[in-house]
């Protein structure tokens, strides 16, 4: 399971160097960018970014303006770093997509808070695996629970088991032998038709009636999870 990954955007190099240390003590995997323009850069060139930490006063390019970009393309939890005073900053930058803000100074304790909620709203916060989420379908770990845009789905222990590989391995092409290794185990002896069957189970419960389908099929490799249009 790969860890999450922090962007820091933030010109005032103790406060990014204190909040770097403070999240890699978390367990987070910390980027820093020192300037509007290069956090932009970073942001857009890599989408592995699970949350950004975004500072309002930049220089090159000022923080709404990086928050305005980075929404035309992405959807990533970006957290708003604003001073006392900067009270239309922290308005604007909601107003133009910003999850969250917090107010300089702050305690680090609120912060992470407010980085966990961010990471759990978004099913991203992968030091926490207890929920598991892909566009509206959720996977309670913990409860065993599964549910369509807030509606519970009955999934039979197989097609759970199954459900919960294709999202742990969300936006990865997994092979019918990779499926069947990992969900039904080694000692499995008969035809990897099985991962279709228990696919069509799966595509009945958690795909039908709905308009974005989240289970692909890549025609002579495999499937996958992922929201975006079936190749068949
Ligand atoms: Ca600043």
Same mark, same amino acid.
């Given at each position: 399971? !790969?860890?999450?990954?922090?962007?820091?955007?933030?010109?005032e190099? $103790?406060?990014?160097?204190?909040?770097?240390?403070?999240l890699l003590?978390e367990?987070?995997?910390?980027?820093? *960018?020192y300037?509007?323009? *290069?956090?932009? #850069?970073?942001?857009?060139a890599? $989408?592995?970014?699970?949350?950004? &930490?975004l500072?309002i006063?930049?220089? #090159?390019?000022?923080?709404?303006e990086?928050?305005?970009?980075?929404?035309?393309?992405?959807s990533? $939890?970006?957290?708003?770093?604003?001073?006392l005073?900067?009270?239309?900053?922290?308005?604007?930058?909601?107003?133009?997509?910003? +999850? +969250?803000?917090?107010?300089? $100074?702050?305690?680090i304790?609120?912060?992470?808070a407010?980085?966990r909620?961010?990471?759990?709203?978004n099913?991203?916060?992968?030091?926490?695996v207890?929920?598991?989420?892909?566009?509206?379908?959720?996977?309670d770990?913990?409860?065993? #629970?599964t549910?369509?845009?807030?509606?519970?789905?009955?999934?039979?222990?197989?097609?759970?088991?199954l459900?919960?590989?294709?999202?742990? !391995?969300?936006g990865?092409?997994?092979?019918?032998n990779?499926i069947? #290794?990992?969900v039904?185990?080694?000692?499995?002896?008969?035809?990897? !038709?099985?991962v279709?069957?228990?696919?069509?189970?799966?595509?009945?419960?958690i795909d039908?009636?709905?308009?974005q389908? &989240?289970?692909q099929?890549?025609?002579?490799?495999?499937?996958?999870?992922r929201?975006g249009?079936?190749e068949?």
């Open positions: 399971m !790969n860890k999450t990954k922090i962007l820091i955007i933030e010109d190099k $103790p406060i990014a160097r204190f909040l770097q240390l403070e003590h367990g987070y995997i910390i980027d820093i *960018a300037d509007g323009r *290069a956090g932009l #850069e970073k942001a857009v890599d $989408p592995e970014y699970d949350l950004i &930490l500072d006063m930049l220089p #090159e390019i000022n923080g709404i990086v928050l305005r970009r980075i929404r035309q393309s992405m990533t $939890p970006i957290i708003i770093l604003t001073a005073d900067e009270i239309t900053d922290k308005v604007m930058g909601l107003d133009t997509g910003a +999850d +969250d803000y917090i107010t300089k $100074p702050f305690v304790e609120e912060l992470l407010r980085i909620a961010a990471l759990r709203k099913g991203l916060n992968k030091n926490d207890s929920l598991l989420k892909i566009f509206d379908l959720e996977l770990i913990d409860r065993h #629970e549910k369509r845009a807030g509606q519970a789905i009955d999934l039979t222990k197989k097609e759970y088991d459900l919960e590989y294709l999202i742990r !391995n969300k990865l092409v997994l092979t019918r990779k069947i #290794e990992k039904w185990g080694f000692e499995f002896v008969g035809d990897t !038709n099985v279709d069957v228990y696919i069509r189970y799966l595509r009945i419960k039908e009636g709905y308009e389908k &989240l289970i099929t890549i025609r002579g490799v495999g499937y996958c999870i929201e249009k079936d068949d």
